[in-house]
């Protein structure tokens, strides 16, 4: 058994940055502390697909996959908003089939706790630079899978100077609609 040493931490975020004193929201955040003894590296950062998968929720998988990284880099996993315990936007829908009326009452149960047009790659790139300032990191690695290397790509093309390298797995073109 692996030991995870982590350290887990709710950031707030703006829902939606252009409102001053507008609604937060808590971004889910768990760093993998690296377990060697000698100078730390530039930190892994785990960005999951879906979209909707939580990045935390795989804080276990990540340590053991990934441990010799872990040797000299802290890895990151945040759940983005919308997905986990980054404010997720979930719905018991039953199996199988949506009603309307389940889809309408879904639409309004989220309504109370969020607003869907601040939910985007968009946003999420920003989220991701303040949890890396927030976290004193100034150049990070980037992991993506499927949807993540979309987060990945978009990040790298916000804040060039802040991607060391990327790691693409199950790449979704950025001009594929989701």
Known sequence: MIAILLAALLLQVPENRAVAGGRMIDLNVVVLEATGKGPKREPLFILQGGPGQ????????????????????????????????????????GD??????????????????????????????RDLDDVRRKLGYQRINLYGTSYGTRVALEYARAYPRRVRSMVLKAVIAPSQRH
């Open 54 to 93: 939580a990045a935390t929720a795989l804080a276990d998988f990540y340590a053991r996959t990934f441990a010799p990284i872990r040797e000299q880099r802290d890895i990151v996993l945040v759940d983005q908003r919308g997905t986990g315990k980054s404010n997720g936007l979930y719905c018991d829908m």
């Open 96 to 125: 199988g089939f949506f009603p309307p009326a389940a889809i309408a009452a879904c639409r309004d149960d989220v309504a109370k706790r969020a607003d869907p047009r601040f939910y985007t790659t968009t946003e999420a790139v």
